[in-house]
C-alpha cells in the first residue's frame, strides 16, 4: 500500500516521567523509539508533527495531558484518519478504579492532578468524526484503562466508534521496565510472518508479544460500531510481509531446495508462504517426509533470522558502509574468498543472507552470522561497544557471547598493527622431516581462514609449500589494503635448530626481507610425547606472568659450565620452576644442542641463542639483547633485515649485535592462538559443513 493513499494517519506519544525513587529508567528512550516506528512512513506511517506528536517530562500535569490528547484528535478528525495514541509511565489505582496516568510527576498525588485513562479514552474515541482510536498503554494496573461500556455504546457518538486498545498488565498487576513499548517497537521493526499486510491489535500480535513478555500479562480490548467505510484499524504495516517478495538470490535458492525435498513440485518463494504451508500441511507429512519438513522449518527460522538481522544492521550500519569496506566485512567475518571478491560486489543483503543460510551453525548458534555483525561493529568504528540495538539483536538470538568474543578478536592489534597476520605452523610426522605446512590468516585475534599445504621431504618442498601459503594469503591483504607484513612460523625443534625459517627463500628473497618474521615453538601445538597440550600451556601462562612483573628486565643467561652436558642442564633447571624465565645462551654446544634445545623448549617455550656457532663478543650480545629487551623479538628481525639488505652497524650501534641471535618466541598473542587450537575452535565458517551438508 502507498503511503498517502489514505487519509492521514496521527499520532500523540505521552511519555510521562517521575521524580525521586519512583524514576522509570528507559522510559524515554521507549517513547522516542515508539514514536519512531509510528512515524516511519514505511512502518506506523503516521504524521511526524514534532513537539505535537510526542511530548515526554517530568510534571507534565493533567491539563497539559489533556490538551494534548484533545488536539490530536481534533487533527486527525480534521484529516478524516484514525488517532494512535500511547501513554507510558506509571500508573494508579485501587481494585475497581479506572487507571490513573501520574502526569503529576509523583506517584501518590491527588487524583485531580493526574489523568483518568478510562475517561479520556472515551472522550477521544467520541471525539466527532475520528474514524478511530488505536490506544497503547504501557503502565501499571493498565487493564484498567478501558472505556466503559455506556461510554463506549451510548456515549456522544451512540455506539458509533471503533477502538482498539492494548495494554501492558491486567487491571490488578504491574509492568515493568516498559516492556511492553519496548518489545511492540521491536515487533513492529522486525514485522509478523504470517500476520498479514497490517499489524493489528489482534491474537497473532498479542501472542507474539506474551512470548516476548515475562513477568507480565498484557491483554487487549476492541470494539467497532462504526459506519465508517475506510479500512480497518491497524498498528503500523508489517514490515514481514512487504518483505516477503525481496529475497536475495541466496534465500531464495536455500527456500527453493528445501521445497523440492518435501515435494518436487512445492513451489515456496516467500516467508509467509512457508509459514502458511507448515500451519497446514505439517501434521499431515509422511514418516519419510520429516527430514525435509525439518529442513523446511530450518529455512523458516532462517528466513525470520535473516529478516530480523538485515533490519537492525541496514539500520545501525548501512548509512557507514560502502562496496569495499562490504569487502572487508566478508573479510574479517571469515567468509569464503570467492564469495567477497565476486563482481559485482555483494550487497549488503548478500552478505547476511549467504551467513545465515550457508554459514556453519554449532550447537545452533549462527557463528558465522555472529562474525558478520562483530566485523560490521569493527569496521564502522564502534570499538568494543556494541550499538544498542545490536546489542538486543544479540540478546535476541543468543549470539552476544559469540558476538562480543569476535569483535575483541578484531580490535586486539598487536603491536599496533591494524593489518593481517599470518601464522605458518610446520607439522612433522614425529621425525626429522616436515611433511605440512599449516597456514592460518588472522586479523587481530580473529582466525579469516586456513589452508593446509603438504610438502615432501627436503628444504625444496618446504619452501615451496611456504611460497604457496604466502601466496594465499596475499589476496586477503589486498581486500584489507593493508600490506601482510608480520608472519608467524612456529616449527618443530629440529626444523627450528636446521632451517631457520627468516632465511627460507620465499619468491626468490629471503623471508626476512619483505616480512617481520617471528619464530615460535610448536611445541605448545604438539607437545613431546612425555608432556601433554596442557602442561605446555601451563608453562607458557607461567612465562607471561613472570614477563609481566617488573622485575624482569631481560633473560636469564646460561653459562658454558651449566651446558657442559645435558646432565648438567637438567640439575640446573630443577632448580628452577617450568615458565619462571626466559632462558639465553652466548654459545652454542658443542654436541647435542638438539637435545638441549629440546630441553630448554620444554622448560621455558621461549629461548634466546646465537645465529652461529662463532661469536665474537658474547658480552656486547647480552648487552645488546638487554637493552632492547622490552621490543623483542621485532628488534632482532628488524636487526637482521637491515643486516641483509647491507646497512652498516655504525648506523645504529647498539642494534647491530641482535642481528648475531635468534628468539624462539612467546607472548600472549601465540599462548591465544595455542589455548584455541588446544580447544579445536580455531576454525574459519567455510570450512565447516553447511547444514545442507548434514
Same mark, same amino acid.
Given at each position: 500500500?502507498?503511503?498517502?493513499?489514505?487519509?492521514?494517519?496521527?499520532?500523540?506519544?505521552?511519555?510521562?516521567?517521575?521524580?525521586?525513587?519512583?524514576?522509570?529508567?528507559?522510559?524515554? +528512550?521507549?517513547?522516542?523509539?515508539?514514536?519512531?516506528?509510528?512515524?516511519?512512513?514505511?512502518?506506523?506511517?503516521?504524521?511526524?508533527?514534532?513537539?505535537?506528536?510526542?511530548?515526554?517530562?517530568?510534571? =507534565?500535569?493533567?491539563?497539559?495531558?489533556?490538551?494534548?490528547?484533545?488536539?490530536?484528535?481534533?487533527?486527525?478528525?480534521?484529516?478524516?484518519?484514525?488517532?494512535?495514541?500511547?501513554?507510558?509511565?506509571?500508573?494508579?489505582?485501587?481494585?475497581?478504579?479506572?487507571?490513573?496516568?501520574?502526569?503529576?510527576?509523583?506517584?501518590?498525588?491527588?487524583?485531580?492532578?493526574?489523568?483518568n485513562v478510562s475517561c479520556l479514552l472515551g472522550d477521544a474515541l467520541n471525539h466527532p468524526g475520528l474514524a478511530g482510536l488505536v490506544a497503547i498503554v504501557d503502565t501499571c494496573l493498565s487493564g484498567g484503562a478501558m472505556p466503559g461500556s455506556p461510554v463506549v455504546t451510548a456515549g456522544r457518538q451512540e455506539g458509533n466508534v471503533r477502538y482498539s486498545l492494548l495494554f501492558a498488565a491486567t487491571a490488578k498487576q504491574a509492568a515493568y521496565d516498559m516492556r511492553l513499548s519496548?518489545?511492540?517497537?521491536?515487533?513492529?521493526?522486525?514485522? =509478523?510472518?504470517?500476520?498479514?499486510?497490517?499489524?493489528?491489535?489482534?491474537?497473532? =500480535?498479542?501472542?507474539?508479544?506474551?512470548?516476548?513478555?515475562?513477568?507480565?500479562?498484557?491483554?487487549?480490548?476492541?470494539?467497532?460500531?462504526?459506519?465508517?467505510?475506510?479500512?480497518?484499524?491497524?498498528?503500523a504495516r508489517n514490515r514481514a510481509a512487504f518483505l516477503s517478495g525481496t529475497l536475495g538470490s541466496i534465500a531464495s535458492k536455500a527456500l527453493v531446495e528445501a521445497a523440492r525435498r518435501v515435494d518436487v513440485n512445492l513451489r515456496l518463494s516467500s516467508e509467509e508462504q512457508v509459514a502458511a504451508w507448515l500451519k497446514d500441511n505439517e501434521q499431515r507429512v509422511s514418516s519419510g517426509s520429516r527430514t525435509a519438513v525439518r529442513r523446511l522449518r530450518e529455512v523458516r527460522d532462517?528466513?525470520?533470522?535473516?529478516?530480523?538481522?538485515?533490519?537492525?544492521?541496514?539500520?545501525?550500519?548501512?548509512?557507514?558502509?560502502?562496496?569495499?569496506?562490504?569487502?572487508?566485512?566478508?573479510?574479517?567475518?571469515?567468509?569464503?574468498?570467492?564469495?567477497? #571478491?565476486?563482481?559485482?560486489?555483494?550487497?549488503?543483503?548478500?552478505?547476511?543472507?549467504?551467513?545465515?543460510?550457508?554459514?556453519?551453525?554449532?550447537?545452533?548458534?549462527?557463528?558465522?552470522?555472529?562474525?558478520?555483525?562483530?566485523?560490521?561493529?569493527?569496521?564502522?568504528?564502534?570499538?568494543?561497544?556494541?550499538?544498542?540495538?545490536?546489542?538486543?539483536?544479540?540478546?535476541?538470538?543468543?549470539?552476544?557471547?559469540?558476538?562480543?568474543?569476535?569483535?575483541?578478536?578484531?580490535?586486539?592489534?598487536?603491536?599496533? +598493527?591494524?593489518?593481517?597476520?599470518?601464522?605458518?605452523?610446520?607439522?612433522?610426522?614425529?621425525?626429522?622431516?616436515?611433511?605440512?605446512?599449516?597456514?592460518?590468516?588472522?586479523?587481530?585475534?580473529?582466525?579469516?581462514?586456513?589452508?593446509?599445504?603438504?610438502?615432501?621431504?627436503?628444504?625444496?618442498?618446504?619452501?615451496?609449500?611456504?611460497?604457496?601459503?604466502?601466496?594465499?594469503?596475499?589476496?586477503?591483504?589486498?581486500?584489507?589494503?593493508?600490506?601482510?607484513?608480520?608472519? +608467524?612460523?612456529?616449527?618443530?625443534?629440529?626444523?627450528?635448530?636446521?632451517?631457520?625459517?627468516?632465511?627460507?627463500?620465499?619468491?626468490?628473497?629471503?623471508?626476512?626481507?619483505?616480512?617481520?618474521?617471528?619464530?615460535?615453538?610448536?611445541? =605448545?601445538?604438539?607437545?613431546?610425547?612425555?608432556?601433554?597440550?596442557?602442561?605446555?600451556?601451563?608453562?607458557?601462562?607461567?612465562?607471561?606472568?613472570?614477563?609481566?612483573?617488573?622485575?624482569?628486565?631481560?633473560?636469564?643467561?646460561?653459562?658454558?659450565?651449566?651446558?657442559?652436558?645435558?646432565?648438567?642442564?637438567?640439575?640446573?633447571?630443577?632448580?628452577?620452576?617450568?615458565?619462571?624465565?626466559?632462558?639465553?645462551?652466548?654459545?652454542?654446544?658443542?654436541?647435542?644442542?638438539?637435545?638441549?634445545?629440546?630441553?630448554?623448549?620444554?622448560?621455558?617455550?621461549?629461548?634466546?641463542?646465537?645465529?652461529?656457532?662463532?661469536?665474537?663478543?658474547? #658480552?656486547?650480545? #647480552?648487552?645488546?639483547?638487554?637493552?632492547?629487551?622490552?621490543?623483542?623479538?621485532?628488534?632482532?628481525?628488524?636487526?637482521?633485515?637491515?643486516?641483509?639488505?647491507?646497512?652498516?652497524?655504525?648506523?645504529?650501534?647498539?642494534?647491530?649485535?641482535?642481528?648475531?641471535?635468534?628468539?624462539?618466541?612467546?607472548?600472549?598473542?601465540?599462548?591465544?592462538?595455542?589455548?584455541?587450537?588446544?580447544?579445536?575452535?580455531?576454525?574459519?565458517?567455510?570450512?565447516?559443513?553447511?547444514?545442507?551438508?548434514?
Amino acid at each position: 500500500m502507498i503511503a498517502g493513499s489514505n487519509p492521514p494517519r496521527n499520532v500523540l506519544v505521552v511519555g510521562a516521567q517521575c521524580e525521586g525513587g519512583a524514576r522509570l529508567e528507559g522510559l524515554e +528512550d521507549a517513547a522516542r523509539a515508539l514514536h519512531a516506528v509510528l512515524v516511519d512512513p514505511k512502518l506506523g506511517g503516521c504524521v511526524d508533527r514534532g513537539g505535537d506528536s510526542l511530548i515526554i517530562g517530568t510534571s =507534565l500535569g493533567k491539563s497539559r495531558v489533556d490538551e494534548a490528547v484533545a488536539k490530536a484528535a481534533q487533527l486527525a478528525q480534521r484529516d478524516g484518519g484514525p488517532l494512535v495514541l500511547a501513554l507510558l509511565g506509571h500508573g494508579e489505582g485501587a481494585e475497581g478504579t479506572p487507571l490513573s496516568f501520574v502526569a503529576a510527576g509523583r506517584k501518590g498525588a491527588p487524583p485531580n492532578l493526574n489523568v483518568n485513562v478510562s475517561c479520556l479514552l472515551g472522550d477521544a474515541l467520541n471525539h466527532p468524526g475520528l474514524a478511530g482510536l488505536v490506544a497503547i498503554v504501557d503502565t501499571c494496573l493498565s487493564g484498567g484503562a478501558m472505556p466503559g461500556s455506556p461510554v463506549v455504546t451510548a456515549g456522544r457518538q451512540e455506539g458509533n466508534v471503533r477502538y482498539s486498545l492494548l495494554f501492558a498488565a491486567t487491571a490488578k498487576q504491574a509492568a515493568y521496565d516498559m516492556r511492553l513499548s519496548t518489545e511492540l517497537t521491536r515487533l513492529i521493526e522486525e514485522g =509478523l510472518p504470517g500476520g498479514g499486510e497490517f499489524l493489528k491489535i489482534d491474537e497473532g =500480535l498479542l501472542e507474539r508479544l506474551r512470548e516476548r513478555i515475562d513477568g507480565q500479562q498484557p491483554g487487549r480490548s476492541d470494539f467497532d460500531g462504526s459506519s465508517y467505510a475506510g479500512e480497518g484499524l491497524w498498528l503500523a504495516r508489517n514490515r514481514a510481509a512487504f518483505l516477503s517478495g525481496t529475497l536475495g538470490s541466496i534465500a531464495s535458492k536455500a527456500l527453493v531446495e528445501a521445497a523440492r525435498r518435501v515435494d518436487v513440485n512445492l513451489r515456496l518463494s516467500s516467508e509467509e508462504q512457508v509459514a502458511a504451508w507448515l500451519k497446514d500441511n505439517e501434521q499431515r507429512v509422511s514418516s519419510g517426509s520429516r527430514t525435509a519438513v525439518r529442513r523446511l522449518r530450518e529455512v523458516r527460522d532462517e528466513l525470520e533470522v535473516g529478516r530480523k538481522t538485515l533490519n537492525v544492521v541496514n539500520k545501525v550500519f548501512g548509512p557507514d558502509l560502502t562496496e569495499d569496506s562490504l569487502r572487508l566485512i566478508g573479510m574479517l567475518a571469515g567468509l569464503p574468498l570467492q564469495f567477497v #571478491q565476486q563482481e559485482p560486489p555483494r550487497s549488503l543483503r548478500d552478505v547476511v543472507e549467504y551467513a545465515v543460510h550457508r554459514g556453519n551453525t554449532m550447537t545452533g548458534q549462527h557463528r558465522a552470522l555472529a562474525h558478520v555483525v562483530a566485523a560490521m561493529t569493527h569496521v564502522t568504528g564502534h570499538g568494543d561497544q556494541l550499538p544498542a540495538d545490536v546489542a538486543v539483536w544479540a540478546q535476541d538470538l543468543e549470539l552476544t557471547p559469540a558476538v562480543n568474543s569476535r569483535l575483541r578478536e578484531l580490535n586486539h592489534q598487536p603491536c599496533g +598493527d591494524r593489518g593481517p597476520r599470518l601464522v605458518l605452523v610446520l607439522a612433522d610426522d614425529g621425525g626429522e622431516s616436515v611433511v605440512r605446512v599449516d597456514a592460518w590468516l588472522l586479523f587481530g585475534r580473529a582466525v579469516l581462514g586456513s589452508r593446509h599445504i603438504s610438502c615432501g621431504p627436503g628444504d625444496v618442498e618446504l619452501k615451496s609449500a611456504m611460497a604457496q601459503a604466502v601466496a594465499w594469503a596475499a589476496p586477503w591483504a589486498n581486500i584489507a589494503e593493508k600490506p601482510l607484513h608480520r608472519i +608467524d612460523v612456529a616449527a618443530p625443534t629440529l626444523a627450528l635448530l636446521d632451517s631457520p625459517p627468516e632465511e627460507h627463500v620465499v619468491r626468490k628473497q629471503k623471508l626476512a626481507v619483505n616480512y617481520t618474521v617471528t619464530t615460535r615453538w610448536s611445541g =605448545l601445538l604438539t607437545p613431546p610425547s612425555d608432556v601433554t597440550v596442557e602442561d605446555m600451556l601451563q608453562v607458557g601462562e607461567q612465562l607471561l606472568a613472570s614477563l609481566d612483573d617488573s622485575n624482569c628486565c631481560g633473560p636469564q643467561w646460561l653459562h658454558a659450565e651449566q651446558l657442559r652436558t645435558l646432565d648438567h642442564l637438567q640439575a640446573h633447571l630443577s632448580n628452577h620452576g617450568c615458565g619462571q624465565r626466559v632462558w639465553a645462551l652466548t654459545s652454542i654446544p658443542e654436541s647435542d644442542w638438539d637435545f638441549v634445545a629440546q630441553e630448554l623448549l620444554e622448560h621455558t617455550p621461549a629461548l634466546v641463542w646465537p645465529r652461529q656457532k662463532d661469536v665474537s663478543d658474547e #658480552q656486547l650480545i #647480552q648487552a645488546s639483547v638487554g637493552k632492547h629487551w622490552q621490543a623483542l623479538p621485532q628488534q632482532i628481525a628488524h636487526a637482521y633485515r637491515k643486516h641483509l639488505s647491507g646497512v652498516g652497524q655504525s648506523h645504529d650501534d647498539d642494534l647491530g649485535p641482535l642481528a648475531a641471535v635468534r628468539a624462539a618466541w612467546h607472548d600472549e598473542d601465540w599462548q591465544e592462538f595455542c589455548r584455541r587450537r588446544a580447544r579445536a575452535v580455531v576454525k574459519a565458517p567455510d570450512e565447516m559443513a553447511p547444514k545442507e551438508r548434514t
